[in-house]
């Protein structure tokens, strides 16, 4: 069965970057797409950005485009999050998650596997 890793998250200052990458434990399918979510204490699991493929169209939130950058390294099956000009309101725990299908902005319980989540926090 497939299991998805987070890496790289921490803590950033604010205008700061970090990037997440979510690694796969298996050759994933294709069609296939991997989204990023978050999710605030208290408070529901918020799309962030996916990515499908074959072809690599992707989808973002509004509140983080022109900031992130999802892309995939399709060799290596590592997913990645490129997050600029962080925000404290980019608080969050970051999770990764694979569905079937290219489709780039499914909804949560459309994903079939989810990574453990890793925190990113953004300091004022």
């Known amino acids: 069965q497939m299991q998805l890793e987070e890496a790289g998250g921490g803590l950033a200052e604010t205008g700061g970057s970090l990037r997440l990458s979510c690694d796969s434990s298996?050759?994933?399918?294709?069609?296939?797409?991997r989204g990023w979510f978050r999710q605030f204490s208290g408070k529901e699991r918020e799309f962030v950005a996916g990515?499908?493929?074959?072809?690599?169209?992707?989808a973002y939130a509004d509140s983080v485009k022109g900031r992130f950058t999802i892309s995939r390294d399709g060799a290596e099956n590592i997913v990645y999050l490129q997050m600029n000009d962080l925000k404290s309101e980019d608080s969050a725990i970051y999770y990764c998650?694979?569905?079937?299908?290219?489709?780039?902005?499914?909804?949560?319980?459309?994903?079939?596997?989810w990574g453990q989540g890793i925190q990113v926090t953004v300091s004022t």
């Open positions: 298996m050759r994933s399918f294709s069609p296939a797409t």
């Open positions: 998650a694979e569905a079937h299908g290219n489709s780039p902005n499914l909804l949560p319980d459309q994903y079939h596997t």
């Open positions: 990515i499908g493929w074959p072809g690599g169209r992707t």
